[in-house]
Structures are given as C-alpha cells and as structure tokens.
C-alpha cells in the first residue's frame, strides 16, 4: 500500500476514551493534529511488542523524538507512593462488556516522556465481533502517554484479549508478561474526575 494514500481515523472507542478526567491518556490539540503526527511519522511505525500480533495487523507510531508531544499528550496515572487517597468505580468500558472495578485518584499526573499510538489495521478490526468506525485503513485504538517507555499494557486488558472476552482481541502473552504487568500496574494509581 503507498504511504501516501493510507487513510488513518479514529475508532469511536479511543475518541470517547482519550479525553481529559476520564482516567485515560488524552491530548490538548485537534484530532486532526494527532493524525497528522501519524501520518508524519508512519514510516518509523513499529509492532506493537505485546501479544501475538503482526505488522500488518497493529502497528504502534512512537512520537518520543523532537515533536513537541509532552506538551500535548497529557499522562493519566500518578505513582502509588504520591497517592493519599483512592476510591473505586464499577466500570464498563462499552456496553456489550462485562463490568469490572476500578481505583482512581486525584493528584498530579506524571510527565509525559513517551507517546505511542497503537493502531488497528482495518481487518484486525473485526476480529472477535469488532466493527470499524469509517473507512479507513487503520484506525487510532489507543493513546498511552506515559513516564515509562516500556509501560506494559493493563493486566485486565491482557486477560480481555487472552481469554477472548467481549471487546478483547485474540492475543497470546507468556506467563512473565502477565506477571510484569501485575506487578507495574501495582504501583499506579489511574487519575480520573471523581463523579
């Protein structure tokens, strides 16, 4: 496929997820602007290192090199040791899915260092009864703004896509990964709005 001519949008999940107090990573631009950096830097895309995926299927765009993006994506977790209070939530992340719990506080966010955009080619999309949201080549799934350039992915997401449950893509993890993440995430609290 030329470059040139991919087409790139967001999926209906991550526009609703990625916006500031919802205890996920969110940027102060346009979402035209966040794609215009995909597209930019498309070429340096690489896989996305969790699971068992292939670049044609999911690729990860790594806006950690003299872009300004610290200044525009915004991190949505706070260091466990820097909390003094959380409360939990019943969540559900989209209708058809099962509800889980979440803790969430109020406090600084750390400083975004390193931004990856994981997208979603278009026929990884409708993997396990997923849809698209246009007509587009690949679409933004997910915006992780963090500290850490190795931050894993969540462990609940893990077991989502592990087990295939609704709104999990079928992946395969090893049982280091999964006990990495357990352990990372153990020392995160999400920052959210409270409701």
């Known amino acids: 496929m030329d470059e040139q001519t991919v087409k790139f949008g967001f999926s209906d999940f991550a526009r609703t997820r ?37 670049f044609d299927h999911v690729r990860v765009v790594e806006l950690n090199h003299g872009i300004h993006c610290p200044a525009v994506f915004r991190c949505a977790k706070v260091r466990l040791e820097d909390v003094g209070f959380v ?11 099962k509800p889980y719990v979440k803790t969430y506080c109020h406090g600084e966010p750390l400083h ?60 395969e993890y090893t049982a280091h990964e999964f006990a990495d993440a357990i352990w990372y995430w153990s020392q995160y609290v999400t920052l959210k709005d409270k409701k």
Not at 19 to 43: A, I, P, Q, R
Request: aromatic share 12%.
């Open 112 to 171: 975004s260092h390193f931004i990856k955009i994981v997208l979603y080619s278009k026929d990884e999309l409708l993997k396990n009864g997923g849809s698209r949201s246009g007509d587009y080549d690949w679409e933004i799934v997910c915006i992780i703004a963090s500290d850490d350039y190795h931050e894993p992915m969540h462990p609940l997401a893990m077991a989502r896509n592990f087990l295939e449950k609704e709104g999990g893509t079928p992946r």
């Open 18 to 54: 990625h916006k500031k107090g919802t205890g996920h990573s969110w940027f102060d631009c346009s979402e035209e602007y966040v794609l215009k950096l995909v597209k930019d830097n498309w070429h340096k895309a690489v896989e996305s290192g969790f699971g068992d995926v292939d």
């Open 87 to 97: 409360w939990a939530k019943v969540e559900r992340r989209q209708d058809n899915e």
